[in-house]
């Protein structure tokens, strides 16, 4: 997970502006760049804290703020339980964090919670998605940046990804 995210951050991150700054190396000051936007990485409990870390690397000066959103298994709607983003001054940019993208209710509904604190760039990264979850978000959401490593055909009658991996947080975390 860790590789493979590092490559989605690594696109998702591309096209971010930059400003140039001086950087004093050990044999002279020279020009390098840093980044010109204020960054949030908005994991979604738990399976996103999964993919934290490789964003983190690339933007070391990254705010993390975290939503808790469970899923109900007897209507597949996300039921939210913990919000972390701050009253006002929202940032620039936010990242979604979200493993699997199944029915798209949970990344749906942390998209939304970060354009109520008004954060107008939201980029969503996950690891495994179904075609009508993406189509969904796609709906919703036109324009939204979605990264995605692979997008399986559909969802069974539990609406899980098939052929899917299983419950990504179980599987990042060495959990049953």
């Known amino acids: 997970v860790h590789r493979i995210v590092t490559l989605l951050a690594f696109a998702a991150t591309e096209d971010l502006p930059l400003v140039t700054r ?16 204020r960054i949030a990485i908005v994991p979604i409990l738990r399976a996103g804290l999964g993919l934290v870390d490789p964003l983190q690397a ?25 919000c972390k983003l701050p009253e006002g001054h929202p940032s620039d940019v936010g990242f979604v964090l979200d493993p699997m993208l199944a029915t798209g209710g949970s990344l749906v509904s942390a998209i939304e919670a970060l354009h109520r604190w008004g954060c107008r760039d939201i980029r969503v990264l996950s690891v495994i998605a179904s075609q009508p979850g993406v189509e969904r978000l796609q709906r919703q959401f036109p324009g939204l940046r979605l990264f995605v490593c692979a997008v399986d055909p559909g969802l069974d ?10 419950d990504a947080g179980d599987r990042i975390f060495n959990t049953r």
């Open 22 to 37: 001086d950087v004093t190396t050990p044999l002279t000051i020279t020009k390098g760049h840093r980044l010109a936007s």
């Open 58 to 82: 690339l933007m070391p000066e990254a705010e993390v703020w975290h939503l808790g959103m469970y899923r109900d298994e007897a209507t597949a709607k996300p039921i939210e339980y913990y």
């Open 157 to 166: 009658d539990r609406n899980f990804i098939v052929p899917g991996l299983g």
